[in-house]
């Protein structure tokens, strides 16, 4: 209760500096130390000719030993997403809360690269890998993201044990400049939630613009029409399922929203069912 109390007062005293429509990014300071990063997400779509847990099976199996090895690696993890997943944003007025179902991202390959020079290495990887993706994908979108606009905050010690998670994608609002949308993500929503003392981790990326030729593996689908674009993600971390519920249908994220809805078109929080690390601190973990 003593933690809610504190939030709460923290997002009071944001918002004495910035009114809900206000369209310039407010920078928020916060003790909460961070670390930058070079980083992707490989959202994914498994295959629906197949149970969609045989191919998360197949994901989380030989095809993940295949990424793990490449050297390049400082961190790699595998993000599955619940089945059934309607978004756990509250709703906001104006902006797409409710998940799509068809199609709903099954999963995410959390990349995290050790330096620029790392995407030249793993070619042997690499190709194994992309001939390993028709067994278990039907589609695949890259996002990067620059170690400027990637970071990971110290919420809590690496030994806290977190036992739910959540992603949440963010959709660019028609009007609002790139260069406020990362402003707002990057000075203003993720230390707010820094601020707040409720997770155990927190992890932001705003992306850089989408190019299909990033990523053109073969046998699998690459398209990702405009509209359905992401530009920013977190990574939330919670002691337990209910710690994620109760901050997800807060009277402090309610509040929050309000600023969300400026420079937001959609707000899409999938539930993470499991989180699984194959690379830590460069190093592989052999499962």
Same mark, same amino acid.
């Given at each position: ?23 310039? %990014? ?31 099976? $197949? ?8 990424? %793990? ?6 961190? *790699?993890?595998?993000? $599955?997403?619940? =089945? /059934? ?7 906001? !007025? ?14 995410? %390959? ?13 070619? !042997? ?6 001939? #390993?993706?028709? /067994? ?16 990971? *905050?110290?919420?809590?010690?690496? #030994?806290?044990?977190? =036992? ?21 993500? /990057?000075? @203003? ?10 997770? +155990? ?5 705003? *992306?850089?613009?989408? +190019? ?12 990702? #029409? ?18 994620? @519920?109760?901050?997800? /249908?807060? @009277? ?17 929080? *999938? @539930? ?8 830590? #601190? ?6």
């Amino acid at each position: 209760m003593k933690e809610i109390s504190l939030a709460f007062l923290s997002i009071v005293s944001f918002f004495k500096g910035a009114s809900a429509q206000n369209t310039n %990014a407010v920078k928020v300071a916060t003790k909460v130390k961070s670390e930058k990063h070079l980083s992707s997400s490989v959202l994914l779509w498994m295959l629906t000719d197949k149970p969609r847990q045989s191919s998360m099976n $197949h994901w989380k199996g030989s095809h993940a030993q295949i990424i %793990a090895s490449n050297p390049g690696l400082w961190q *790699y993890r595998q993000i $599955h997403f619940a =089945e /059934n997943n309607p978004g756990l944003w509250q709703p906001i !007025k104006g902006v797409e809360t409710t998940i799509p179902q068809n199609p709903k991202v099954d999963g995410v %390959a959390d990349v995290t690269l050790k330096s620029f020079f790392s995407a030249l290495q793993g070619k !042997k990887q690499h190709k194994l890998a992309f001939a #390993d993706e028709i /067994n278990f994908l039907k589609r695949s979108i890259l996002y990067v993201a620059y170690p400027k606009k990637s970071q990971w *905050y110290n919420a809590a010690g690496d #030994d806290t044990k977190i =036992e739910a998670r959540s992603m949440v994608f963010f959709r660019q609002k028609e009007g609002v400049s790139d260069r406020d949308f990362q402003n707002f993500i /990057n000075n @203003e929503l993720t230390p707010t939630l820094a601020n707040m003392g409720l997770l +155990k981790e927190l992890r932001n990326k705003v *992306y850089n613009p989408w +190019k299909k030729k990033q990523w053109l593996t073969p046998n699998v689908l690459h398209d990702n #029409d405009k509209a359905d674009q992401f530009q920013a993600s977190l990574i939330l971390g919670f002691a337990n399922k209910s710690e994620m @519920e109760k901050f997800f /249908n807060s @009277e402090e994220i309610k509040k929050l929203s309000e600023r969300i809805a400026v420079f937001c078109s959609a707000v899409h929080a *999938y @539930e993470i069912a499991e989180t699984i690390t194959f690379v830590k #601190d460069g190093k592989h973990i052999k499962m």
